[in-house]
C-alpha cells in the first residue's frame, strides 16, 4: 500500500538539512541522534525531473525511495519536511524551496551534504554565500560520507595534462583500503588483475539466476507523476518496479548477488545475451549511487565471500575493480575535469541521434536488444553500453553532447559524476585520450564474439559491403581512415592503420563509399 507523504505546517526549528534524492543513506552521522530543532528537507522538483529527459522507471524509483526514506527518518523520531512533485512547491526552483523552509522556520542554521553534481554544487554554494552575506542564516556543507576519496585529493590526481591511469589509482586504493592483500601486502593470487580470465562469451550455461531484486508496485506514485506533467520516455512498469528502494532491500540484494551470481560474474561479466538480461550482474549500482549501499561494505562483503570460499578471487576482484578501481575513478575525472568536460569534442562529431535511439526499432539487432533492454528496464550491463552502443555511437559520428543527455536520462543509476566520464571520455574520446587511452571501437567480430545478437540479424556480421553487410564492418574502418590526422600516431590502435595501409585501394574506396552511404541516413539502419 502506497502512502503519500504530505507536508504539514512546523513548528520553528533552528537548523535546516537537505538531503537530496542521491543522498539516501540511514546510516550517515547526522542521523546518530534526534534533534527536534533539526528539519530535514526532502524535494521532489520539477528543476531535477526537467534538466534532461529521464526514463520513467528513474524517476518513480528515486521518488520512491525518497518517501521510503522521508519515513524511516520520521519512524526514528526525525522531523522531515517533504515536498511531492503534486504539491506547487514542487514547481520552484530549488533555492527557492529552502530558502522559504528557512524563512518560515526562524532557522539559523542551513546544512547540506556535497552534492556528487556540479550543477547542484555550484547552486547551493551560491545559495550559502548569499545566506552568509545577509546574515540572516549560516550555511555548512558536510561529507556525504559515502566516497573513499576526497574531491581535493581527486583534483592533485588528475590535474589537466597529467595522464589519468585507472589501474595505478586502483592498485594505490587496495593498498591504502588493504583490500586482497596477503600479509605481506602483495596481491592476493600474485596479481593486481585478472581481467584477462574474465571475458567469457555465455552459451547458456551456467543458467542464469532467477531474478533476486525486489518488485514494488508505485502504480499510484506513476499516476502522481503523470498528473504532474512530468516528461518521461521508456517503459514505466510502474506495477512492478524491480529496484531497491531502501537500505534493507540493498543489502538482501547483495547477499542474494554473492550467493547467486557473483561466483560467476567474473567469466561472463563482459558477455551479452538477448535471452539472458541480466545474467550475473549485481543490479546494484542505483542502491550505489544514490547511497543506499556504501562502496566500503559491498567491496567488504566480497572480500569476505573470497576468503571464506563462496566466490573465485578473478570474480572477487573483477567485481572490487569496478568499485574500489574504476567507480572512484571516473568520479575522481569528473571533479577535477568539471566546469567544461561536458562540452568536450575533440574528434568534432555532430551527427544527430537517429530515431530508433527512442525505440529500438533498428534492423541492426544488436542495437535493437541493447536499446529495447534499455527502455524496459532502465539498465543495460558496461559492455552494452560501450561496445554496442558507443562503440556504434562513436563510429557513426553522433554528437557527445546529445549523446551524454541520453545516457544520463535513460539508465537508472546515471547521475552525471559517473555518467559523463564514461560518455565523454571512456566511449566517445570526446576528450581526446584523458581518460581513454584509445578510442573503444570494433567491427561486428568483436560484438559476435561476446553475444548472440548476430544470429538471425538481418546484417550479415561477415559481410563489410553491399546492402546486407553488418554496418559496424564499414564504418570501423572509415572512422580509423577519417580521423588519421588526430588519431593516426596512437600507439595502441597502430595496427588499425597498418592493416589500412595494406588494404586494396578498390576494397578501401569501397568500404569508404559504402560507410559515407550509411552515415548519411542512419535512420533507415
Same mark, same amino acid.
Given at each position: 500500500?502506497?502512502?503519500?507523504?504530505?507536508?504539514?505546517?512546523?513548528?520553528?526549528? /533552528?537548523?535546516?538539512?537537505?538531503?537530496?534524492?542521491?543522498?539516501?543513506?540511514?546510516?550517515?552521522?547526522?542521523?546518530?541522534?534526534?534533534?527536534?530543532?533539526?528539519?530535514?528537507?526532502?524535494?521532489?522538483?520539477?528543476?531535477?525531473?526537467?534538466? &534532461?529527459?529521464?526514463?520513467?522507471?528513474?524517476?518513480?524509483?528515486?521518488?520512491?525511495?525518497?518517501?521510503?526514506?522521508?519515513?524511516?527518518?520520521?519512524?526514528d523520531?526525525?522531523? &522531515?519536511?517533504?515536498?511531492?512533485?503534486?504539491?506547487?512547491?514542487?514547481? !520552484?526552483?530549488?533555492?527557492?524551496?529552502?530558502a522559504?523552509?528557512?524563512?518560515?522556520?526562524?532557522?539559523t542554521?542551513?546544512?547540506?551534504?556535497?552534492?556528487?553534481?556540479?550543477?547542484?554544487?555550484?547552486?547551493?554554494?551560491?545559495?550559502?554565500?548569499?545566506?552568509?552575506a545577509?546574515?540572516?542564516?549560516?550555511?555548512?556543507?558536510?561529507?556525504?560520507?559515502?566516497?573513499?576519496?576526497?574531491?581535493?585529493?581527486?583534483r592533485?590526481?588528475?590535474?589537466?595534462?597529467?595522464?589519468?591511469?585507472?589501474?595505478t589509482?586502483?592498485?594505490?586504493?587496495?593498498?591504502?583500503?588493504?583490500?586482497?592483500?596477503?600479509?605481506?601486502?602483495?596481491p592476493?593470487?600474485?596479481?593486481?588483475n585478472?581481467?584477462?580470465e574474465?571475458?567469457?562469451?555465455?552459451?547458456?550455461?551456467?543458467?542464469?539466476?532467477?531474478?533476486?531484486?525486489? #518488485?514494488?508496485?508505485?502504480?499510484l506514485?506513476?499516476?502522481?507523476?503523470?498528473?504532474?506533467?512530468?516528461?518521461?520516455?521508456?517503459?514505466? @512498469?510502474?506495477?512492478?518496479?524491480?529496484?531497491?528502494?531502501?537500505?534493507?532491500?540493498?543489502?538482501?540484494?547483495?547477499?542474494?548477488?554473492?550467493?547467486?551470481?557473483?561466483?560467476?560474474?567474473?567469466?561472463y561479466?563482459?558477455?551479452?545475451s538477448r535471452?539472458?538480461?541480466?545474467?550475473?550482474?549485481?543490479?546494484?549500482?542505483?542502491?550505489?549511487?544514490?547511497?543506499?549501499?556504501s562502496?566500503?561494505?559491498?567491496?567488504?562483503?566480497?572480500?569476505?565471500?573470497w576468503?571464506?570460499?563462496? &566466490?573465485?578471487?578473478?570474480a572477487?576482484?573483477?567485481?572490487?575493480?569496478?568499485?574500489?578501481?574504476?567507480?572512484?575513478?571516473?568520479?575522481?575525472?569528473?571533479?577535477?575535469?568539471?566546469?567544461?568536460?561536458? #562540452?568536450?569534442?575533440?574528434?568534432?562529431?555532430?551527427a544527430d541521434?537517429?530515431?530508433?535511439?527512442?525505440t @529500438?526499432?533498428? /534492423?541492426?539487432?544488436?542495437?535493437?536488444?541493447?536499446i529495447?533492454q534499455?527502455?524496459?528496464?532502465?539498465?543495460?550491463?558496461?559492455?552494452?553500453?560501450?561496445?554496442?552502443?558507443?562503440?556504434?555511437?562513436?563510429?557513426?559520428?553522433?554528437?557527445?553532447?546529445?549523446?551524454?543527455?541520453?545516457?544520463? @536520462?535513460i539508465?537508472?543509476?546515471?547521475?552525471?559524476?559517473?555518467?559523463?566520464?564514461?560518455?565523454?571520455?571512456m566511449?566517445?574520446?570526446?576528450?581526446?585520450?584523458?581518460?581513454?587511452?584509445?578510442p573503444?571501437?570494433?567491427?561486428?567480430?568483436?560484438i559476435?564474439?561476446?553475444?548472440?545478437?548476430?544470429?538471425?540479424?538481418?546484417?550479415?556480421?561477415?559481410?563489410?559491403?553491399?546492402?546486407?553487410?553488418?554496418?559496424? !564492418?564499414?564504418?570501423?574502418w572509415?572512422f580509423?581512415?577519417?580521423h588519421?590526422?588526430?588519431?593516426?600516431?596512437?600507439?595502441?590502435?597502430?595496427?588499425?592503420?597498418?592493416?589500412?595501409?595494406?588494404?586494396?585501394?578498390?576494397?578501401?574506396?569501397?568500404?569508404?563509399?559504402?560507410a559515407?552511404?550509411?552515415?548519411?541516413?542512419?535512420?533507415?539502419l
Amino acid at each position: 500500500m502506497e502512502r503519500r507523504v504530505m507536508s504539514a505546517p512546523e513548528a520553528s526549528a /533552528h537548523t535546516v538539512r537537505l538531503i537530496l534524492g542521491d543522498q539516501l543513506n540511514p546510516q550517515h552521522s547526522w542521523f546518530a541522534a534526534v534533534d527536534p530543532q533539526v528539519v530535514y528537507l526532502m524535494m521532489e522538483v520539477r528543476q531535477e525531473t526537467d534538466y &534532461v529527459l529521464h526514463h520513467a522507471q528513474k524517476v518513480i524509483s528515486i521518488f520512491a525511495a525518497m518517501r521510503a526514506m522521508a519515513a524511516k527518518l520520521r519512524a526514528d523520531g526525525h522531523r &522531515v519536511h517533504y515536498i511531492s512533485i503534486s504539491e506547487p512547491e514542487s514547481e !520552484n526552483a530549488m533555492v527557492e524551496d529552502i530558502a522559504k523552509l528557512v524563512h518560515s522556520l526562524a532557522a539559523t542554521h542551513f546544512e547540506y551534504q556535497e552534492p556528487d553534481e556540479w550543477r547542484l554544487d555550484a547552486l547551493l554554494r551560491e545559495y550559502a554565500a548569499m545566506a552568509d552575506a545577509s546574515g540572516t542564516h549560516t550555511s555548512r556543507m558536510v561529507s556525504s560520507e559515502h566516497f573513499l576519496t576526497g574531491r581535493l585529493e581527486t583534483r592533485q590526481m588528475f590535474k589537466p595534462g597529467k595522464r589519468w591511469l585507472m589501474e595505478t589509482m586502483y592498485r594505490q586504493m587496495r593498498v591504502r583500503h588493504r583490500v586482497l592483500l596477503d600479509s605481506d601486502g602483495e596481491p592476493e593470487g600474485g596479481q593486481w588483475n585478472f581481467d584477462a580470465e574474465n571475458r567469457k562469451a555465455w552459451k547458456g550455461d551456467p543458467v542464469e539466476p532467477i531474478d533476486f531484486r525486489p #518488485s514494488h508496485d508505485h502504480g499510484l506514485l506513476w499516476k502522481e507523476i503523470q498528473a504532474a506533467e512530468v516528461k518521461t520516455f521508456g517503459l514505466p @512498469g510502474a506495477n512492478a518496479i524491480r529496484w531497491p528502494l531502501d537500505r534493507d532491500e540493498a543489502l538482501h540484494q547483495l547477499e542474494a548477488f554473492i550467493a547467486h551470481a557473483l561466483p560467476h560474474f567474473g567469466d561472463y561479466q563482459d558477455a551479452m545475451s538477448r535471452e539472458a538480461k541480466r545474467l550475473f550482474h549485481s543490479m546494484l549500482s542505483f542502491a550505489l549511487n544514490t547511497k543506499m549501499l556504501s562502496p566500503r561494505e559491498v567491496v567488504g562483503r566480497v572480500e569476505s565471500a573470497w576468503r571464506s570460499g563462496g &566466490v573465485p578471487l578473478p570474480a572477487a576482484e573483477g567485481f572490487i575493480r569496478q568499485i574500489l578501481g574504476w567507480r572512484e575513478y571516473v568520479r575522481g575525472v569528473y571533479w577535477a575535469q568539471m566546469p567544461g568536460y561536458e #562540452s568536450n569534442n575533440f574528434l568534432e562529431h555532430s551527427a544527430d541521434l537517429p530515431e530508433w535511439f527512442w525505440t @529500438g526499432k533498428t /534492423h541492426m539487432a544488436c542495437m535493437s536488444a541493447a536499446i529495447t533492454q534499455s527502455l524496459e528496464m532502465a539498465h543495460a550491463h558496461h559492455i552494452q553500453r560501450l561496445m554496442v552502443i558507443g562503440n556504434f555511437a562513436l563510429l557513426a559520428g553522433l554528437n557527445p553532447t546529445a549523446l551524454h543527455a541520453w545516457y544520463l @536520462g535513460i539508465y537508472i543509476d546515471a547521475f552525471e559524476w559517473v555518467e559523463l566520464p564514461n560518455t565523454v571520455g571512456m566511449s566517445q574520446f570526446a576528450d581526446g585520450g584523458g581518460l581513454a587511452t584509445k578510442p573503444y571501437v570494433s567491427s561486428a567480430a568483436y560484438i559476435d564474439r561476446m553475444g548472440d545478437y548476430c544470429s538471425g540479424c538481418r546484417y550479415n556480421k561477415k559481410l563489410k559491403t553491399g546492402p546486407d553487410a553488418c554496418p559496424f !564492418n564499414a564504418l570501423y574502418w572509415e572512422f580509423y581512415e577519417r580521423h588519421t590526422p588526430k588519431l593516426g600516431h596512437n600507439a595502441r590502435i597502430g595496427m588499425a592503420y597498418q592493416q589500412l595501409k595494406k588494404m586494396d585501394p578498390v576494397t578501401k574506396e569501397g568500404l569508404m563509399e559504402k560507410a559515407r552511404e550509411l552515415r548519411a541516413d542512419l535512420n533507415r539502419l
